[in-house]
């Protein structure tokens, strides 16, 4: 049963860089599937951040687009995002999820809360 | 972009009793790719519908999705005290994937 667990810094100054790891278990990166993420400000609705396949195809929500970069360490069987220039509205519970084409998001990290804050 | 609204906002109803929750976009979900999910507080979204009426596994059968189109339903037939949370639909036809912004089902 695949499991995947969001990491990484619970707060992030503003302008700075908001990183994430989202590490699989139970199931390899390299077996197929993409790999995404999905985030929620606190109170709020769901926002597609979006995927990458482990050889790097990626793609991203246009109105991230700009500021945000999928990788893939698959010796670790781990993906990461990485969000530029951050400020208070990028507050939100971030989730990774395994996507699949044609499918709907089965599977979900419990959520890691970033917070954007001097 | 496919846009999703969802109504209403909050729903208040009673143990027993069966909802409605209502999914429009602004342009047709093609293959009826429309997801619902049942969030509840500090958790994970949970699938329940996938292509508009498929109960994911370990759904109960109370839970239904109907709606094809532009127009998309979740109804819940026995309110049981667990339902009580916020559902959103997702739309996964075309690109970006969207949701909707949710409707919060509450105890009357």
């Known amino acids: 049963q695949v499991k995947l667990q969001e990491s990484g810094p619970g707060l992030v100054k503003p302008s700075e860089t908001l990183s994430l790891t989202c590490t699989v278990s139970g199931y390899s990166i390299t077996s197929g599937y993409f790999w995404g993420w999905v985030r929620q400000p606190p109170g709020k609705g769901l926002q597609w951040i979006g995927s990458t396949f482990h050889s790097g195809s990626t793609n991203y929500n246009p109105a991230l687009k700009s500021r945000v970069t999928f990788s893939v360490d698959t010796s670790r069987n781990q993906f990461s995002l990485r969000l530029t220039s951050v400020t208070a509205a990028d507050t939100a519970v971030y989730y990774c999820v395994r996507v699949r084409g044609g499918r709907p998001l089965e599977n979900w990290g419990q959520g890691t809360l970033v917070s954007v804050s001097s | ?26 342009q047709s979900v093609s293959s009826n790719y429309l997801a619902w999910y049942q969030q509840r507080p500090g958790q994970a979204p949970r699938l329940l519908i996938s292509g508009a009426s498929s109960r994911a596994t370990d759904i109960p059968d109370r839970f239904s999705g109907s709606g094809s189109g532009t127009d998309f339903t979740l109804t819940v037939s026995r309110l049981e005290p667990e339902d009580f949370a916020v559902y959103y639909c997702q739309q996964y036809s075309s690109a970006p994937i969207t949701f909707g912004q949710g409707t919060r089902l509450e105890i009357k």
């Open chain 2, 1 to 26: 972009e496919i846009m999703l609204t969802q109504s209403p906002g909050t729903l208040s109803s009673s143990p027993g009793e069966r909802v409605t929750l209502s999914c429009r976009a602004n």
